[in-house]
C-alpha cells in the first residue's frame, strides 16, 4: 500500500523534470567543451555516436515489452504497427513536452516523422552554435530500427528544422516484409 499523495507525486514529477533538464545541460555542456576543444565536427560525431547506442538500447527495450514484430502478410497493417514502435521509442527517448512529433506510413514502405518542434536544435541555437550543428536525426532511427530488429533501405531528411524548414521530415524507407528475423 502506498502512502505516497497526491503532491508527494507532482513532486516526484517535478524532481524528474528537474533531472532530465540538467542532464540535458550536462549533454550541452559537453557538447560545447568538446566543440571547443576538438572541432565541431568531432562534436557532431561523438554526439551522434552516442546517440545511436542509446538509440539501439531503446529500440531493444520497446521490442522486449512489444513482442515479436507481426508477419500477418498484409504490408500495411504491419507497418503500421512499426510505425507504433517508432512512436514509443521517441516517446522514451524524449519527454513529450520536449518535442512535437508525429509519424505516419507513406507509400507503402516509408515511415515519415515529422518533427514540428525540436529541443535539441532550440537548445543549440540558444548556445549560438547551430551553424556547425549537424543533427543526429537518422543515427537515431538507425539506431531504434537495429534495437527493433528492422533493416532501413533509406533513412534521410527532407526537411530539417536546422536549416530554417517548418518542420523536420524525416524518411525511414523499411525493407519488407517488416517482420524482425528469427531469434537464435
Known amino acids: 500500500m502506498s502512502t505516497e499523495t497526491s503532491g508527494d507525486a507532482v513532486n516526484h514529477r517535478a524532481r524528474a523534470s528537474e533531472a532530465y533538464r540538467l542532464w540535458w545541460q550536462h549533454d550541452a555542456h559537453w557538447y560545447q567543451g568538446v566543440a571547443a576543444r576538438f572541432g565541431q565536427e568531432t562534436a557532431n560525431e561523438i554526439n551522434a555516436e552516442a546517440l545511436r547506442k542509446v538509440a539501439v538500447h531503446v529500440g531493444q527495450r520497446v521490442a522486449r515489452l512489444s513482442g515479436a514484430l507481426p508477419d500477418t502478410g498484409d504490408t500495411a497493417k504491419d507497418l503500421e504497427e512499426l510505425r507504433r514502435r517508432y512512436d514509443r521509442c521517441?516517446?522514451?527517448?524524449?519527454?513529450?513536452?520536449?518535442?512535437?512529433?508525429s509519424t505516419e506510413v507513406e507509400d507503402g514502405d516509408t515511415i515519415v516523422l515529422t518533427l514540428r518542434q525540436n529541443f535539441a536544435v532550440t537548445m543549440v541555437r540558444m548556445a549560438g552554435s547551430l551553424e556547425g550543428y549537424r543533427?543526429?536525426?537518422?543515427?537515431i532511427h538507425a539506431g531504434w530500427s537495429e534495437g527493433l530488429g528492422v533493416t532501413?533501405?533509406?533513412?534521410?531528411?527532407a526537411s530539417c528544422l536546422r536549416e530554417g524548414d517548418k518542420a523536420c521530415r524525416l524518411l525511414m524507407?523499411?525493407?519488407?516484409?517488416?517482420?524482425?528475423?528469427?531469434?537464435?
Do not use: W
Not at 524507407?173 to 537464435?184: G, H, I, L, N
Open 173 to 184: 524507407r523499411v525493407a519488407t516484409p517488416v517482420s524482425s528475423p528469427e531469434e537464435d
Open 152 to 157: 532501413l533501405t533509406e533513412n534521410r531528411a
Open 135 to 139: 543533427c543526429p536525426c537518422t543515427d
Open 90 to 101: 521517441g516517446d522514451r527517448m524524449f519527454p513529450p513536452e520536449l518535442r512535437n512529433a
